[in-house]
């Protein structure tokens, strides 16, 4: 996570480093610094000299945050070029958008640290619930996963793991369902696979895969193809079923 760090920086030195984090395009960069901001775009604005925590994420977005609340003082969402430098003896950082046309202009009076981190992509948007919960709730509704699936056993054991939904498609081929609440991975996948080539042995029938979860990294769906396996988005769950209730004294009265 952490990548590097420098300590009341003069303004060659933080040009330096910012220079070069930035170029990397893959660290989230921060100025802790005394700084003024101008904005110039469908508005203007200008932040008198304070104490700043400037940001700059990997994606390029920019936040300037004050002392206090959440909101940023000057943000951008994305930007098309950002340029740091030296004028009149201070760092600059220029951060240009064009569409809209922004430009927010930060200039570093004094700087306290600046720092570069390295932070890993999350696992982004993650199902509400257990997996256990994820499987009951599919198994009711197994068409949210396939038209026409049939679900026949849950959490079947086998002597590589225990498959989550195993089914049979309308097609009449055997199918295995691994089942993930957050963001499938290259290990899913490879999980995946090995369940449907040790039913495939075990049965000697068509046995088809598939991966449900909410997202899936690039690398997991390019080897999911390589496996002629298949990604289902299950971004929602069915509203389970309503638990029987015993009948009031003067219900249907």
């Known amino acids: 996570m952490f990548h590097d760090q420098v300590i009341e ?6 040009v330096a480093f910012l220079d070069e984090h930035l170029r990397d395009g893959r660290m989230v960069v921060q100025v802790v610094a005394e700084c003024e901001v101008v904005y110039h775009g469908r508005a203007a604005s200008v932040a008198d000299a304070g104490d700043y925590v400037v ?6 977005s920019l936040q300037v945050h004050g002392y ?3 909101k940023p003082v000057n943000w951008q969402p994305q930007t098309d070029d950002v340029w740091v430098g030296i004028e009149d003896g201070q760092a600059v950082l220029l951060a240009e958008r064009r569409s809209p046309e922004e430009m927010v202009r930060i200039v570093f009076l004094e700087t306290a640290l600046a720092q570069a981190l390295h932070l890993r992509e999350g696992s982004g948007f993650v199902l509400m ?5 994820m499987q009951r709730a599919l198994a009711s509704a197994p068409e949210l996963i396939e038209p026409g699936l049939a679900v026949l056993d849950r ?4 002597d590589v793991g225990g498959i989550d939904l195993f089914g049979r498609g309308a097609d009449g081929s055997l199918v295995v369902v691994e089942l993930k609440r957050a963001k499938a991975t290259q290990e899913a996948v490879h999980q995946l696979g090995r369940y449907v080539t040790r ?3 075990l049965t000697g029938e068509p046995v088809r895969g598939v991966l449900a979860a909410p997202t899936i990294s690039k690398p997991a769906l390019a080897a999911l193809a390589r496996h002629q396996l298949v990604f ?3 971004t929602a769950l069915p509203e389970p079923e309503a638990a029987f209730a015993q009948p009031g004294l003067f219900d249907g009265a």
């Open 9 to 14: 920086p003069d303004p060659d030195a933080l």
């Open 55 to 60: 940001m700059v994420k990997s994606d390029g």
């Open 68 to 70: 206090k609340g959440v």
């Open 129 to 133: 619930g257990s997996e256990a919960e």
């Open 155 to 158: 959490e079947l054991p086998t």
């Open 199 to 201: 039913v495939r042995e």
């Open 232 to 234: 289902c988005e299950v």
